[in-house]
């Protein structure tokens, strides 16, 4: 069965630092991926997704991802996180359904 | 999200009592899901369908029904609601290529 792993739960950075956050999935067949963000009291936003070719994709508010077929991941990076990028993100898988990851919270501090 | 209202966005339910959310779209979407939200675990599927008439299991369908007669609905009914099933529902929409989601809605069993 497929599934969807975020094993960064919670992640606390000040301003200005590096964002790296995983995503592994388990699926042998073609996958469509998705990184999604959660703002507090919202409902979900796309940030970006990957569905074939270059494999570094670029998403809103300066974030991008890179699948990476042969470790079965697509991790989420950001060189320079701001305070409002505090938020709760969800990587998630598309195959013959949509399955989510369990999140990761990320807090910054100024 | 334009295209996905669901319904209702609050309630109150006591163990025992039975009660039905309905997740509504205008995209003309053949895939259609209920989730559920909880504080560490994500987004979890409870039931998807892939097209009118059709239901699937996701990963935590125990305590939960759903139909689909038409396209454009698709319900989701507690039979015999527990305290475990608080929490918060959202119904998404669903291409390959992008998921629409609904507002939410904010179940409590006491």
């Known amino acids: 069965a497929q599934s969807v792993s975020q094993h960064n739960h919670h992640v606390i950075l000040s301003e200005a630092a590096s964002l790296e956050l995983g995503c592994n999935y388990s699926?042998?067949?073609?996958?469509?991926l998705f990184w999604y963000v959660q703002y507090p009291g919202q409902h979900l936003q796309l940030l970006l997704k990957y569905f074939s070719g270059d494999p570094l994709v670029k998403g809103i508010k300066g974030f991008e991802a890179e699948f990476i077929k042969s470790k079965f991941s697509f991790n989420l990076r950001k060189p320079s996180v701001q305070w409002s990028d505090t938020a709760e993100y969800f990587c998630?898988?598309?195959?013959?359904?949509?399955?989510f990851g369990t999140g990761t919270r990320l807090q910054v501090f100024p | 999200n334009a295209g996905v209202t669901q319904t209702p966005k609050f309630r109150v339910l006591k163990t025992g009592q039975s009660m039905t959310l309905l997740c509504a779209q205008d995209m003309n979407h053949e895939y259609m899901y209920w989730y559920r939200q909880d504080p560490g675990m994500g987004l979890r599927l409870i039931h998807y369908s892939v097209g009118e008439g059709t239901t699937a299991k996701g990963e935590v369908p125990d305590g939960y029904n759903v139909s689909r007669l038409k396209k454009q609905n698709f319900l989701l009914g507690l039979e015999s609601a527990a305290p475990s099933q608080t929490s918060v529902y959202f119904c998404?929409?669903?291409?390959?290529?992008?998921?629409?989601f609904g507002q939410g809605t904010r179940l409590t069993v006491v």
């Open positions: 998630a898988v598309f195959t013959d359904k949509l399955i």
């Open positions: 998404a929409s669903t291409t390959w290529r992008e998921a629409f």
């Open positions: 699926y042998g067949g073609t996958v469509n």
